[in-house]
C-alpha cells in the first residue's frame, strides 16, 4: 500500500510494511543542489502512537540494515536484526513507544535509490541518481515523521551509520528530537574507514558485471564484486579476538591444508558465505551511494571545524554508547561526541561497554548493554512524562 504525502496523517498507526510517496508537491533539496522528488520511502512500525504523539522512536539502520527491525526478512527469511530488543515488555517495549523503522535514501528494500525508474526517462537510475549524504537521508526521515503526524519525537537511536542519523537528527531538528542514543558511531568519517569503503567500492566496479553501473540495463549483477566488498567489510565488524574465539586457524572440513586456494581454512568459508548470501539482498549501486554518504559525514567540518558547534543551545538527552573491541569506531571516537556536548552543557551520558565482539555488538546480545538502552529510556520517560505500560512496563 502507498500512501501520499498530501493524503494527511493516518488517523490510527499504520500496519507494518507500508509505503510513502513524498515530495511531489514539495521536492526534498539534495545537499548536492539537486530538487528529489517524488521520493517513495518503505518503513514498518510496532506498537502504537499514543493520544498526544509523545511516544514516537525512531530507530535508524546501518549501513547494510533495513526497515525489518523485528520481523523476518522478505529474502533471507531471517529475524529482524534487533528482535531481540523490539516487542512487549523489552528494551524497546511496543507497549510503550511507537516505533519507526524506514529504509535510508539511495537503499534496496524499497526507498528510491540507484536501482528504481528515474520518472523522466523510464529507466532505473543506476549512476544517474544524485549523490546522497546523511543529511539527505535525515530530511527524508523527517518528511516521513511529518507525514505520521508526530511533531516531536520521544528518541532518535540507531547504530554505525544509524548513530550517523542519530547525530544529524539532533544537529539538524533539535527541536523535534527529547533524546538521542548515538551507538558505535562518529561524528565524521575517518580516513581509515573511507579507505575500507574505496576497497569495497573498487571491487564493484572492477566487476565486468558492473557494466558502468548498468548492469540492469544488461540483465547482469556484479555478484563478484560486492561479494568482495562484503567479505572485506565484513572483517571490520569484527574483532581479532572475536574472529579467534570462533574460527582459530581451524581447517573447513579435511584434515590437512590442500596447497591450494580452496577454503581451507573456516574464516574463509565464512567470509564467502557472507559475501554470497549479501548478493542476494543488496544492490551494488546502492552499496557505492551508501558507503560515500558516510564518507562525506563531517559534523565538525559543517560546523567551522567546531564539533560543539554542531550542538550549541542544544535541549536533546544523549546517551553515547560504544565498545570496547570496536576498532572500526573507536571509543575515542564516542568521547569526542561527548566531549563536544559537554562544552556547550548539553545532557549527557556515556557508556563503554566491555565487549569482545567487535563493532557488531551492538546487534549482538550484550545484556549490559540491553542495561543501558533500558536505563536511559526509563529516565528520559520519566522526564518526558510517558506513563508505563499496562502490567507494569520495563
Not at 102 to 113: A, D, I, K, P
Not at 368 to 380: M, N, V, Y
Request: some cysteine; overall charge negative.
Amino acid at each position: 500500500m502507498i500512501m501520499s504525502e498530501s493524503s494527511g496523517s493516518p488517523s490510527s498507526p499504520p500496519p507494518p510494511g507500508l509505503k510513502v510517496e513524498l515530495g511531489r508537491d514539495r521536492p526534498i533539496r539534495l545537499d548536492c543542489g539537486v530538487d528529489l522528488g517524488p521520493v517513495t520511502v518503505a518503513y514498518q512500525t510496532y506498537g502504537r502512537l499514543n493520544a498526544d504523539k509523545s511516544n514516537a522512536i525512531l530507530i535508524c539502520h546501518a549501513l547494510t540494515g533495513d526497515h525489518y527491525v523485528a520481523d523476518p526478512h522478505p529474502i533471507t527469511g531471517k529475524p529482524g536484526w534487533w528482535s531481540e530488543l523490539v516487542g512487549p515488555g523489552r528494551v524497546f517495549d511496543t507497549d510503550r513507544y511507537f516505533l519507526i523503522c524506514s529504509n535510508v535514501l539511495g537503499g534496496c528494500m524499497g526507498t528510491t535509490g540507484p536501482m528504481d525508474v528515474n520518472p523522466a526517462t523510464g529507466q532505473p537510475w543506476n549512476l544517474s541518481f544524485p549523490v546522497i549524504t546523511i543529511g539527505d537521508m535525515v530530511q527524508v526521515q523527517a518528511r516521513l515523521v511529518d507525514h505520521l503526524g508526530i511533531d516531536r519525537l520521544f528518541c532518535v537511536v540507531g547504530g554505525s551509520m544509524g548513530g550517523m542519523q542519530v547525530l544529524e537528527w539532533a544537529h539538524s531538528f533539535p527541536e523535534r528530537v527529547f533524546a538521542a542514543i548515538p551507538i558505535a558511531a562518529a561524528a565524521r568519517h575517518s580516513a581509515q574507514n573511507i579507505a575500507f569503503h574505496e576497497v569495497g567500492r573498487q571491487a564493484i566496479v572492477a566487476d565486468p558485471d558492473w557494466c558502468e553501473g548498468n548492469y540492469l540495463l544488461e540483465g547482469k549483477r556484479p555478484h563478484r564484486g560486492l561479494a568482495v566488498a562484503r567479505m572485506a567489510a565484513h572483517i571490520t565488524y569484527l574483532s581479532e579476538p572475536a574472529l579467534h574465539q570462533k574460527f582459530g586457524r581451524n581447517l573447513q572440513n579435511r584434515e590437512t591444508v590442500t596447497y591450494g586456494f580452496d577454503a581451507d581454512f573456516q574464516v574463509e568459508s565464512y567470509l564467502r558465505h557472507q559475501g554470497s548470501t549479501f548478493v542476494d539482498r543488496f544492490d551494488a549501486n546502492s552499496y557505492l551511494y551508501i558507503t560515500r554518504a558516510m564518507d562525506y559525514f563531517d559534523l565538525a567540518a559543517e560546523n567551522g571545524g567546531v564539533l560543539a558547534n554542531a550542538f550549541r543551545g542544544t535541549r536533546t538527552r544523549f546517551c553515547v554508547v560504544s565498545f570496547t573491541s570496536d576498532w572500526l569506531f573507536p571509543t575515542p571516537e564516542s568521547r569526542a561526541i561527548v566531549h563536544a556536548l559537554n562544552a556547550v552543557a548539553a545532557n549527557v551520558s556515556f557508556v563503554e561497554i566491555k565487549s569482545d565482539k567487535g563493532h557488531d555488538a551492538f546487534l549482538l546480545d550484550e545484556p549490559e548493554f540491553h542495561a543501558t538502552l533500558t536505563g536511559f529510556l526509563e529516565g528520559a520517560a520519566a522526564h518526558r512524562g510517558l506513563p508505563r505500560a499496562k502490567g507494569g512496563g520495563p
